[in-house]
């Protein structure tokens, strides 16, 4: 099964910044839309940022001017640029990819907020 790939997740004191990145199997070619998803425990996994293949852009309202969605040229890497990061933002962060006839997910990286 094809699985996408993210990394750069961490510990990080409030107000520091990380950036995500997720790999793109080589495979997977047509891509329409580009997602970041978190997970906090107990909770149900809510969208935090998306890219559309026209350049559209979309993020949840508690991270926006704080998160930024992007994608190199190739559409082989999406990245999650996240700054002035709160202890509310710790979670698991997915990311998923949507081409016209699948959906594709990673296994999702960690992310912890905290002095």
């Known amino acids: 099964q094809v699985q996408l790939e993210e990394s750069g997740g961490g510990l990080v004191q409030p107000g520091g910044s990380l950036r995500l990145s997720c790999a793109i199997p080589?495979?997977?070619?047509?891509?329409?839309?580009m997602r970041w998803y978190c997970q906090a425990p107990g909770k149900s996994r809510e969208l935090v940022a998306l890219?559309?293949?026209?350049?559209?852009?979309n993020y949840a309202d508690s991270v926006k001017g704080r998160f930024t969605i992007s994608r190199d040229n190739a559409w082989k890497t999406v990245f999650l640029q996240m700054n002035s990061l709160k202890p509310e933002d710790t979670a698991v962060y997915y990311c998923n990819v949507q081409t016209g006839t699948h959906v594709y997910w990673g296994q999702g990286t960690q992310v912890t907020v905290s002095s």
């Open positions: 080589e495979t997977i070619f047509g891509i329409l839309t």
């Open positions: 890219l559309t293949r026209q350049g559209g852009t």
